[in-house]
């Protein structure tokens, strides 16, 4: 906020009544601070995907890989639960493993990780999709009752819940977000010490600017405009930001989809989309 030559001059008359003053000097004060506030939005990201709001269940929606991306990484979290001991085989109870989804878009992930027999909130910027997820939980005798949907920031979300969750998954979101430190630092301060997190997102190389040419504007496998490749990032700058938050990375592994049967399956190259899996310490 800049001042004006005639606020300035006011500023100057209001120098003999102190109350005006300091009530002009408070104003600007607040101004400055909403105006640093930092945020992970994009307004861009989010007005696309609320575009794709209506169409996120239907079987003819465009969105069939972004399901078996989920139902991929519901399998790799599932493992990982039983590997590490959170959760052990036989074992069921409500609440036994609290994880938070975050950008869960429509659900998908969401109601794969409440079926677990997990205490799942789930957070999306995207008012729609939230409501678009509430209301196909709510039809499921499992997902209604194990599931919170907020629309809701990690930034925002991580100011009232550290040190809250035994997992944080986010699914790749990391590429659709501005501030990717900020939101890997608001992702991690919600993990337990001891708790994991995974993230997976699309990396940014010459290979993976070919698959979203090639999958987007040929063989339209995912909505044009799903990915801009200047907002991606590699596997190796994701676990510089995710280390210095006092984690030790367990694994991180690349995806293969095998174009004929649609399927995808894990891979050891990381250059076109990856996950990582991190521990934390302390």
């Known amino acids: 906020m800049l001042l004006s030559f005639a606020d300035f001059i006011d500023l ?7 109350s005006a003053i300091i009530k002009m000097h408070s104003t600007y ?15 861009k990201e989010v007005s696309f995907f609320k575009n794709l709001s209506e169409g996120w269940w239907k079987e003819d929606s465009g969105l069939q890989l972004l399901h078996e991306t989920n139902r991929l990484m519901g399998a790799f979290v599932q ?6 001991g959170l959760k052990t085989q036989g074992a069921r109870g409500s609440g036994q493993v609290k994880i938070l989804e975050v950008g869960c878009g429509g659900g998908f992930l969401t109601e794969i990780l409440a079926r677990m027999d997990c205490e799942v909130t789930a957070i999306e910027v995207v008012p729609e999709l939230v409501e678009i997820a509430k209301n196909h939980a709510s039809s499921g005798p499992v997902t ?24 944080v998954v986010s699914n790749f979101v990391l590429e659709h977000v501005d501030e990717k430190e900020y939101f890997l630092d608001s ?41 801009d490749w200047n907002m991606c990032i590699t596997a190796q700058d994701t676990h510089k930001m995710i280390r210095k938050n006092n984690f030790e990375i367990i694994d991180t592994r690349g995806y293969f989809h095998n174009i004929l049967t649609g399927k995808l399956s894990w891979w050891s190259w990381w250059s076109i989309a990856y996950v990582i899996e991190a521990k934390k310490l302390y």
């Open 144 to 167: 209604s009752k194990t599931t919170t949907y907020i629309a809701q920031s990690i930034e925002d979300h991580a100011k009232h819940n550290a040190n809250k969750y035994d997992v």
């Open 79 to 84: 493992e990982e639960l039983f590997r590490t």
């Open 12 to 18: 100057s008359r209001g120098y003999h009544h102190g």
């Open 187 to 227: 992702c991690t301060k919600c993990v337990k010490r001891g708790g994991l997190l995974i993230v997976s997102a699309m990396s940014k190389t010459i290979w993976s600017w070919l698959i979203i040419n090639l999958y987007e504007r040929v063989f339209a496998y995912v909505p044009r405009g799903t990915d």
């Open 29 to 43: 004060l607040i101004s400055c601070k909403m105006s640093t506030n930092r945020s992970t939005i994009n307004e």
